[in-house]
């Protein structure tokens, strides 16, 4: 969806595990975001980034780490998973003003 | 941020319109207030966003009255595909940290 993809699409992994997840845009924008997403909580801001190695912390940002070495490529990083960071993650872009944010389909992952 | 109040859940027969409003009392000079949709298994996806009055677009129209204390997203002649959670966010345009809250479930039924 207009140029944003996320990988993996689904993952399953043990808890104590580390664990990337990867969004990649092909429009060049500047600011990329981390979502996640849970039942009766809506979408949560993990951290963002404003360019190359500029990132900030969002409102959930405690057990993750994100990095952006290149203007196409956001990573989250999951230093030791937790059962509590199962949950849907999506990554999005500004798309400009007067059209908000752009979401990639997400990435589900599970922590058993 | 301004915090947005959204009905929970609401129905509507297919081929009706459909108005969802949220309530934003705090809403600052600068916030805009911008609507998202969100189908199963998707990531929201931008419908529209408007700071007075009304604006319409190919998929819906926002009304906002004078106090920009609320505002009503309306759909017109709703069918099955509508069916979708919606979000109301009021933020400036440049912010970062949008609330997205649990928005509004629609469900259309045939």
Request: charged letters at 20%; proline letters at 4%.
């Amino acid at each position: 969806d207009a140029g944003i993809t996320q990988s993996p699409r689904h993952k399953v992994t043990e808890t104590g595990t580390p664990v990337t997840l990867r969004c990649h845009q092909t429009e060049n924008h500047r600011y990329m975001y981390w979502y996640r997403q849970d039942p009766g909580h809506g979408l949560r801001l993990i951290h963002y980034s404003y360019g190359v190695k500029d990132t900030d912390k969002g409102e959930v940002s405690d057990g993750y780490s994100v990095s952006r070495s290149k203007t196409e490529d956001f990573l989250l990083t999951l230093e030791s998973a937790t059962s509590s960071q199962t949950s849907v993650y999506f990554c999005a872009i500004k798309s400009g003003i007067g059209y908000g944010y752009t979401f990639g389909s997400g990435t589900r992952l599970t922590v058993v | 941020l301004a915090k947005t109040t959204q009905p929970i859940s609401m129905d509507s027969y297919e081929g009706q319109e459909v108005n969802i409003t949220c309530s934003h009392n705090n809403i600052a000079t600068n916030d805009y207030i911008t609507w998202y949709q969100q189908f199963p298994s998707q990531g929201p996806r931008f419908i529209i966003q408007g700071y007075k009055t009304k604006v319409t677009n190919e998929v819906a129209s926002l009304f906002i009255p004078a106090d920009r204390k609320s505002s009503t997203l309306s759909l017109p002649r709703v069918s099955l595909s509508d069916t979708a959670v919606y979000y109301c966010l009021v933020g400036e345009t440049g912010a970062n940290n949008l609330f997205f809250g649990t928005g509004t479930r629609l469900t259309v039924i045939p």
